[in-house]
């Protein structure tokens, strides 16, 4: 470990994980409370549903590229100013939309927004350098319990705040916040010389940024035009060409975006898997629970809930990953690493199979969202703390950013393939999907779960020790 790491563990460390997870929370919240605000977006700004879905699907695809860009920047640069930069950014973003007139500009303003998504492996590059040993594991899980918890809140007070205010306030209100969480920032989040040296690849970026949005597209129009169309499979197509390039890209530069070698360590590779698994399986709460609690009473298995209601359904996933997140090494010390994430992504499990009994029943969408927020803390949490115990400092933010592109491509990818089979097995005469399509997006879910579950007993029951920078 360098000296210039070692004295800025010294400086004020409790201050800086209370700020990361201001910021952190902030961004999430806002980006949360997108998603049910879309239909009265559509309405003001007089869209079409397609054009107004791009405002979620920009920031997605932006984020995609925009995450392994900011993990490697943070490599070698001081992170400190990456993160002043990056908040900068999503501040003028977040103008943008909040003075949009145009689904074009909310369009443009959530695409710049987009860049936001690298704040997560740039905060755990930060709590690495900033972190004595013995508050490293409880800030990463203050964080990741914090902004569960951030997303739950926002689609809550997203319906709260259109029922009294305009759109525009989901924008204006955390601008405000996170206007003020920069003033701080700059005050009281000490500099972070680089851990280690080389450029940035940009090729590699464009190969890797084009395969992802050609694959995330593709993704975003299977469910209405078919896995089998030439839409699809055109995308997929150029995905797996640009993708298998940008692998052998970065296998035989110098200074890669993402050090696949590094990456050949086993708890890394599970790990990455896991959280590709993880982000999958629990499309089913965060995708389905919404579409299936909106659904009126009269189907027998909906429950006529209106926006507000919802976010009230998510609240206990993010209310017990905030719980759980920080009792991760506690929990690791008793059951050790391998331990740990095997509960977590049985947790996982288990919340998928209890949906199967939500035909109507508003108490199992509760006890869901709960148990699959304390699975949700604590694999995550787990994730991040093999990262930061196996990986080189200088590698940290960049293989954390690779764990969290992973962990939303198989969002997206699980996402995609919910509503498929949702549109798939509609209610004779209606276009309601049946309960048999809500229970087969469940099985799915959980099926996938378990694939974690399997590759979590491969983990060492221990991690090793922290490899210095």
Same mark, same amino acid.
């Given at each position: 470990?360098?000296?210039?790491?070692?004295?800025?563990?010294?400086?004020?460390? #409790? $201050?800086?994980?209370?700020? /990361?997870?201001?910021? @952190?929370?902030?961004? %999430?919240?806002?980006?949360?409370? +997108?998603? &049910? !605000?879309?239909?009265?977006?559509?309405?003001?700004?007089?869209?079409?549903?397609?054009?107004?879905?791009?405002?979620?699907?920009?920031?997605?695809?932006?984020?995609?590229?925009?995450?392994?860009?900011?993990?490697?920047?943070?490599?070698?640069?001081?992170?400190?100013?990456?993160?002043?930069?990056?908040?900068?950014?999503?501040?003028?973003?977040?103008?943008?939309?909040?003075?949009?007139?145009?689904?074009?500009?909310?369009?443009?303003?959530?695409?710049?927004?987009?860049? #936001? $998504?690298?704040?997560?492996? /740039?905060?755990?590059? @930060?709590?690495?350098? %900033?972190?004595?040993?013995?508050? +490293?594991? &409880? !800030?990463?899980?203050?964080?990741?319990?914090?902004?569960?918890?951030?997303?739950?809140?926002g689609l809550l007070a997203s319906g709260w705040i259109i029922s009294a205010l305009s759109f525009t306030w989901l924008f204006w209100i955390p601008l405000t916040v996170m206007f003020i969480a920069l003033v701080v920032v700059c005050q009281i989040v000490p500099d972070c010389p680089a851990a280690g040296s080389g450029s940035i690849d940009w090729l590699g970026a464009v190969l890797l940024g084009s395969g992802l949005v050609a694959l995330l597209l593709g993704l975003t129009v299977a469910p209405e035009h078919g896995w089998t169309s030439a839409p699809f499979?055109?995308?997929?197509?150029?995905?797996?060409?640009?993708?298998?390039?940008?692998?052998?890209?970065?296998?035989?530069?110098?200074?890669?975006?993402?050090?696949?070698?590094?990456?050949?360590?086993?708890?890394?590779?599970?790990?990455?898997?896991?959280?590709?698994?993880?982000?999958?399986?629990?499309?089913?709460?965060?995708?389905?629970?919404?579409?299936?609690?909106?659904?009126?009473?009269?189907?027998?298995?909906?429950?006529?809930?209106?926006?507000?209601?919802?976010?009230?359904?998510?609240?206990?996933?993010?209310?017990?990953?905030?719980?759980?997140?920080?009792?991760?090494?506690?929990?690791?010390?008793?059951?050790?690493?391998?331990?740990?994430?095997?509960?977590?992504?049985?947790?996982?499990?288990?919340?998928?199979?209890?949906?199967?009994?939500?035909?109507?029943?508003?108490?199992?969408?509760?006890?869901?969202?709960?148990?699959?927020?304390?699975?949700?803390?604590?694999?995550?949490?787990?994730?991040?703390?093999?990262?930061?115990?196996?990986?080189?400092?200088?590698?940290?933010?960049?293989?954390?950013?690779?764990?969290?592109?992973?962990?939303?491509?198989?969002?997206?990818?699980?996402?995609?393939?919910?509503?498929?089979?949702?549109?798939?097995?509609?209610?004779?005469?209606?276009?309601?999907?049946?309960?048999?399509?809500?229970?087969?997006?469940?099985?799915?879910?959980?099926?996938?779960?378990?694939?974690?579950?399997?590759?979590?007993?491969?983990?060492?029951?221990?991690?090793?020790?922290?490899?210095?920078?």
């Open positions: 470990m360098t000296a210039e790491v070692r004295s800025i563990r010294t400086a004020r460390p #409790g $201050a800086t994980p209370f700020i /990361l997870t201001v910021v @952190l929370s902030v961004y %999430t919240a806002l980006e949360a409370m +997108l998603i &049910p !605000a879309l239909p009265q977006i559509r309405a003001d700004l007089d869209a079409s549903p397609q054009a107004v879905t791009w405002a979620f699907t920009g920031l997605l695809l932006v984020g995609a590229v925009a995450t392994p860009v900011i993990g490697r920047l943070c490599d070698v640069a001081d992170k400190r100013r990456v993160l002043i930069a990056v908040v900068a950014v999503v501040l003028v973003g977040i103008v943008v939309s909040a003075t949009a007139n145009s689904v074009g500009q909310l369009i443009a303003g959530q695409m710049i927004q987009g860049v #936001g $998504a690298g704040l997560q492996p /740039l905060a755990i590059g @930060l709590l690495n350098d %900033t972190q004595p040993a013995n508050r +490293l594991k &409880p !800030a990463i899980g203050l964080i990741v319990g914090s902004t569960a918890l951030a997303a739950a809140f499979l055109i995308r997929v197509a150029i995905a797996a060409v640009l993708l298998p390039l940008f692998v052998a890209r970065e296998l035989r530069t110098t200074h890669p975006l993402i050090d696949l070698r590094g990456l050949r360590n086993r708890p890394v590779v599970l790990t990455c898997v896991v959280a590709f698994v993880v982000g999958f399986g629990t499309f089913a709460l965060y995708v389905v629970v919404p579409s299936l609690a909106s659904l009126p009473k009269s189907t027998g298995y909906g429950l006529g809930a209106d926006t507000a209601t919802v976010g009230l359904l998510l609240l206990p996933l993010g209310v017990f990953a905030l719980a759980s997140s920080p009792l991760t090494p506690h929990a690791e010390r008793i059951l050790g690493t391998r331990g740990v994430m095997a509960l977590s992504t049985a947790l996982i499990v288990g919340s998928s199979l209890l949906l199967l009994l939500a035909d109507g029943k508003a108490v199992a969408l509760y006890l869901s969202s709960a148990v699959c927020g304390i699975g949700i803390g604590l694999s995550t949490t787990q994730s991040m703390n093999i990262v930061v115990s196996v990986v080189p400092a200088d590698r940290t933010a960049s293989v954390a950013g690779t764990a969290f592109v992973l962990r939303s491509v198989g969002a997206t990818l699980g996402g995609q393939i919910g509503a498929s089979v949702l549109a798939s097995d509609p209610v004779p005469g209606t276009p309601i999907p049946s309960w048999d399509a809500y229970t087969t997006t469940f099985v799915i879910s959980a099926a996938v779960g378990m694939i974690a579950l399997v590759l979590s007993v491969a983990l060492p029951r221990r991690l090793p020790t922290p490899v210095p920078a």
